[in-house]
């Protein structure tokens, strides 16, 4: 073959493309910078044809290391995907023996990696759409990925200020609607109760929702909603040590309210079942402050409690309430009788509205007398009369409340218990039951909020 050196005189020398300098060889250049040097006409450096004419022909160009690891082009005879088992051919690829990078006819952009005789494509660019999949070429957003690996994505940041958060997705847009930033779903069946959409970790705060909105409307920094057929909780929280040592206060659950004109730390509201309870709670309650029933209080026993007026600081004083099956009001107090052994007392002015069925009490202090009432109550006072002057004499007035709550909800000493609560206890312990007796007893609400 023709070829012109650094000697050639002849004109086949003179004219050839080939350069070889002992060195390096040369193409259309006389001065080969790498053992193979092709220099030409933009856009037609170097050209590879296969003459096949097959669906399956190809050109290739690879080159190898001493290893045998190979690098390369290849140009398919037709347009398409990555040309590998399963998997359709490129327009042009670059690939290497562990991999390749396709640009396809309709300009898709895809890195595979070759495990095996298969390639997998690893990153996608539909450049229709503009959205880039991982592990997968069909993406349905932005940013599509499809793994089977616990750990789909992963993402870490050693920032001094990472406040705007390590991952952040934001609406941008200002179209009035409930657009959502970041939505979690794992559901691996609808019939069993497993799979967390969400979950955060943190040194303080393990998940926080918080809310900036300049309107009067009502916001909700947090909103949990659950939806099944069996116990259902919108909001759950759970406090537990992270050690055997018992140390500090655990709250499963708190609430803070302020800077409104009424404000409610925790609400609850239930309605729609069977049983309604707006609130329950298994153990022990502490209310520092006062409390406000606007329906009707039911209890197993009720006492006041204070420090001991005579030992405040080492006992507590307990006093019981005085029942009864009626809505009974107690009114008392002393008086004395005048020179004529009489005495009016005067109640207040809304007890004959508050109150009916009077019943009295008299007891003389001092001296034995003969006392009675002698005008029953009547424009809210009464007269007491005695057979002497000046006697003290002690009086107790009772009435059955009759006011419209009363009358709307009187308190009905016997009841039957409902079909569901019937066969239990409020206390089983006293009748030598289980607690699997107690007409509260579930143990699925104290059980299975613990983590699995």
């Given at each position: 073959?023709?070829?012109f050196?650094s000697?050639g005189?002849?004109?086949?020398?003179?004219?050839s493309?080939?350069?070889?300098?002992?060195?390096n060889?040369?193409?259309?250049?006389?001065?080969?910078?790498?053992?193979?040097?092709i220099?030409?006409?933009?856009n037609?450096?170097?050209?590879?044809?296969?003459?096949?004419?097959?669906?399956?022909?190809?050109?290739?160009?690879?080159?190898?290391n001493?290893?045998?690891?190979?690098?390369?082009?290849?140009?398919?005879?037709?347009?398409?995907?990555?040309?590998s088992?399963?998997?359709?051919?490129p327009?042009?690829?670059?690939?290497a023996?562990?991999?390749?990078?396709?640009?396809?006819?309709?300009g898709?952009?895809?890195?595979?990696t070759?495990?095996?005789s298969?390639n997998?494509?690893?990153?996608?660019?539909?450049?229709?759409?503009?959205?880039?999949?991982?592990n997968?070429?069909?993406?349905?957003?932005?940013?599509?990925?499809v793994?089977?690996?616990?750990?789909?994505?992963?993402?870490?940041?050693?920032?001094?200020?990472?406040?705007?958060g390590?991952?952040?997705?934001e609406?941008?847009?200002?179209?009035?609607?409930?657009?959502?930033?970041?939505?979690?779903?794992?559901?691996p069946?609808?019939?069993?109760n497993?799979?967390?959409?969400?979950?955060?970790?943190?040194?303080?705060?393990?998940?926080e929702g918080f809310?900036?909105?300049?309107?009067?409307?009502?916001?909700?920094?947090?909103?949990?909603?659950?939806?099944?057929?069996?116990?259902?909780?919108?909001?759950?929280?759970?406090?537990?040590?992270?050690?055997?040592t018992?140390?500090?206060?655990?709250?499963?659950?708190?609430?803070?309210?302020?800077?409104?004109?009424?404000?409610?730390?925790?609400?609850?509201f239930?309605?729609g079942?069977?049983?309604?309870?707006?609130?329950?709670?298994d153990?022990?309650?502490?209310?520092?402050?006062?409390?406000?029933?606007l329906?009707?209080?039911?209890?197993?026993?009720?006492t006041?409690?204070?420090?001991?007026?005579?030992?405040?600081?080492?006992?507590?004083?307990?006093?019981?309430?005085?029942?009864?099956?009626?809505?009974?009001n107690?009114?008392?107090?002393?008086?004395?009788?005048?020179?004529?052994g009489?005495?009016?007392?005067?109640?207040?002015?809304?007890?004959?509205?508050?109150?009916?069925?009077?019943?009295?009490?008299?007891?003389?202090?001092?001296?034995?007398?003969?006392?009675?009432?002698?005008?029953?109550i009547?424009?809210?006072?009464?007269?007491?009369?005695?057979?002497?002057?000046?006697v003290?004499?002690?009086?107790?007035?009772?009435?059955?409340?009759q006011?419209?709550f009363?009358?709307?909800?009187p308190?009905?000493?016997e009841?039957e218990?409902?079909?569901?609560?019937?066969?239990?206890?409020?206390?089983?312990?006293?009748?030598?039951?289980?607690?699997?007796k107690?007409?509260?007893?579930?143990?699925?609400?104290?059980?299975?909020?613990i983590r699995?």
């Amino acid at each position: 073959m023709s070829k012109f050196n650094s000697t050639g005189s002849s004109s086949a020398e003179i004219n050839s493309l080939v350069y070889d300098n002992g060195t390096n060889v040369g193409i259309g250049t006389t001065s080969p910078a790498a053992k193979f040097h092709i220099e030409g006409a933009a856009n037609a450096d170097m050209r590879i044809t296969s003459k096949g004419t097959g669906a399956t022909n190809y050109a290739t160009m690879q080159l190898y290391n001493d290893a045998g690891t190979s690098f390369g082009f290849t140009k398919a005879s037709g347009a398409g995907g990555l040309y590998s088992p399963g998997i359709p051919r490129p327009h042009m690829a670059l690939f290497a023996n562990r991999g390749s990078m396709l640009f396809n006819a309709t300009g898709n952009i895809g890195f595979a990696t070759l495990i095996g005789s298969t390639n997998y494509t690893r990153l996608f660019v539909d450049s229709a759409t503009g959205n880039v999949g991982i592990n997968t070429t069909n993406p349905t957003a932005k940013l599509h990925v499809v793994g089977t690996s616990d750990s789909v994505g992963f993402f870490t940041s050693n920032s001094l200020n990472a406040v705007t958060g390590i991952v952040r997705s934001e609406y941008t847009g200002n179209t009035i609607s409930d657009h959502v930033a970041l939505y979690g779903r794992s559901v691996p069946s609808q019939i069993s109760n497993y799979g967390i959409g969400v979950v955060g970790e943190g040194g303080w705060i393990g998940a926080e929702g918080f809310v900036v909105n300049k309107t009067t409307l009502a916001t909700y920094g947090v909103v949990g909603t659950s939806s099944s057929r069996g116990d259902t909780y919108g909001v759950a929280g759970i406090a537990n040590n992270d050690t055997s040592t018992v140390e500090g206060a655990k709250v499963g659950l708190w609430g803070y309210a302020s800077d409104g004109s009424t404000n409610y730390g925790v609400y609850g509201f239930a309605t729609g079942g069977n049983t309604n309870y707006a609130g329950a709670f298994d153990g022990n309650t502490i209310i520092t402050g006062n409390l406000t029933v606007l329906g009707t209080l039911a209890k197993s026993s009720g006492t006041f409690k204070i420090d001991h007026p005579q030992d405040p600081e080492n006992k507590y004083l307990y006093h019981s309430f005085v029942e009864s099956p009626d809505m009974m009001n107690v009114y008392n107090g002393n008086t004395i009788s005048d020179a004529n052994g009489k005495a009016i007392v005067t109640l207040p002015d809304y007890f004959e509205v508050l109150n009916k069925d009077f019943r009295y009490q008299l007891t003389c202090i001092g001296q034995p007398a003969q006392v009675w009432i002698s005008q029953k109550i009547q424009g809210n006072t009464f007269e007491i009369s005695c057979d002497k002057p000046n006697v003290e004499i002690s009086w107790q007035v009772t009435g059955i409340r009759q006011d419209k709550f009363a009358q709307a909800y009187p308190i009905v000493p016997e009841v039957e218990k409902p079909e569901a609560e019937k066969g239990t206890y409020m206390h089983p312990e006293l009748y030598e039951q289980s607690d699997e007796k107690g007409v509260f007893y579930k143990p699925s609400l104290r059980k299975r909020l613990i983590r699995k």
